[in-house]
């Protein structure tokens, strides 16, 4: 494993042995900038040496959506593709 995209501002509780086989010397984590310091600190994500601030900024600055209805959708590929089946 290379690289971690950590969108939690809170860093996510793990096992001990959840990075058991990735190399924390080289594994870069990215995360919200807001977040960095709170990742450094606890005892799992404070082994790896390269953790830096990230914007998970989408781009994505507006929908607009017409016949829009009630209800949940599956997204496939920014395509809102059918209404999902509940």
Not at 2 to 24: M, Q
Not at 54 to 67: D, K, L, P, Q, R
């Amino acid at each position: 494993m290379e690289e971690i995209y950590a969108k939690p501002t809170t860093p996510p509780t793990c096992d001990s042995t959840a990075f058991s086989y990735v190399p924390t010397s080289t594994c870069k984590i990215y995360v919200h900038a807001s977040a960095l310091d709170d990742y450094k600190a606890p005892d799992i994500w404070k082994d790896f040496l390269n953790i830096e601030a990230y914007s998970f900024e989408t781009g994505i600055a507006a929908v607009e959506a017409e016949n829009v209805f009630d209800g949940v959708y599956r997204v496939f590929n920014l395509n809102v593709s059918r209404k999902a089946d509940l």
